[in-house]
């Protein structure tokens, strides 16, 4: 599948200033979760350089989903497109201490006398781990994180989600703890670039595919929203002199079932219907919003290291999960 035309990509795509390594070079020394494939591993012919993550599609990977009933080729495609979305945004990002950097080391592998091509990308090892280990590492021990430390780390998730949104104007939507990586000066990376899942324990009850958004006032008009005409005739925008700022308006979804995003991402609402996309081309400030929700999630989680087990509210949307109230 790597060496196809619409989802391959050989060397001749890549710049002459990335660095190429053959898959065969690299010796696994840890499995790490995530979507994918993202496992730990060190060059054989140069150690010396270091611990480096590989993001992409290798071996094992395929194995574990060639043979699923429901469509192992269907996964396998809809990884490489992860992996390879989340490489071209990184590039696109301009950079911040708080972002993962792009990636300029790729990996390539070769199949038979064909010519190699990109099965992954190289990014930096930090062996801090990220925030919802170091939570549940200090539930286990008994013990509770410094505030200084906390404060330094909400800053940290602050300054990364600003710069999405106010600088590379786009979304990261899978913010939550796990996706905050420490680093060896006890900084936060943001992580995780798919743009492919939001977890539940994070994400904004208004995105969660059930919603429609309109953006009424400022100019006295209205712009954005899949269902935005309808939203007009049931929220009409107030009168000239009480607008001093375009104002949000949701409108719950009535219509026929609908479906934006790939089947193998999951049978949620959000996952039927993804917003982020289309929220980012319309309505730039309720993404924005979205996320804030996100962070707020994310900093709680962090502030007050809870110890709540799963439970729903009367909507059915998901509260609290795993352990300490982390995402799993």
Not at 161 to 174: C, E, G, K, L, S
Not at 298 to 309: E, N
């Amino acid at each position: 599948m790597l060496g196809e035309e619409d989802l391959g990509k050989t060397l001749s795509a890549l710049k002459t200033t990335y660095t190429i390594v053959d898959f065969t070079n690299l010796a696994r020394f840890e499995q790490l979760g995530g979507k994918g494939c993202a496992t730990g591993v060190r060059p054989r012919d140069e150690p010396h350089k270091g611990l480096f993550v590989f993001k992409g599609m290798d071996f094992r990977t395929f194995l574990a989903h060639t043979d699923d009933e429901d469509g192992g080729d269907g996964t396998i495609r809809y990884l490489i497109r992860c992996w390879q979305h989340a490489d071209k945004l990184l590039l696109r990002i301009p950079p911040h201490p708080n972002i993962m950097p792009p990636p300029t080391t790729f990996v390539t592998i070769r199949f038979g006398n064909n010519p190699p091509v990109v099965c992954g990308s190289l990014q930096p090892f930090y062996p801090g781990g990220d925030v919802s280990e170091r939570l549940r590492e200090s539930k286990r021990k008994g013990e509770r994180l410094p505030l200084d430390l906390k404060a330094h780390w909400c800053a940290n998730m602050a300054a990364a989600i600003a710069h999405v949104h106010r600088i590379a104007h786009t979304y990261h939507m899978d913010i939550k703890p796990g996706n905050f990586i420490i680093d060896r000066n006890s900084d936060l990376v943001l992580c995780d670039w798919e743009q492919s899942d939001a977890p539940p324990t994070t994400l904004a009850p208004e995105a969660d595919g059930t919603w429609d958004v309109a953006v009424v006032g400022g100019d006295g008009g209205e712009a954005g929203g899949e269902n935005s005409e309808d939203s007009k005739k049931d929220n009409p925008a107030p009168s000239d002199q009480a607008v001093s700022r375009p104002r949000l308006v949701y409108t719950k979804y009535q219509g026929l079932p609908r479906r934006n995003a790939e089947e193998e991402v999951g049978d949620a609402s959000w996952h039927k219907w993804n917003v982020f996309p289309i929220w980012n081309a319309e309505c730039p400030l309720a993404l924005e919003l979205a996320e804030v929700f996100s962070l707020g999630r994310s900093m709680w989680m962090l502030l007050r290291q809870p110890a709540i087990a799963a439970r729903r509210d009367g909507g059915g949307t998901l509260l609290g999960e795993g352990v300490g109230g982390l995402p799993v």
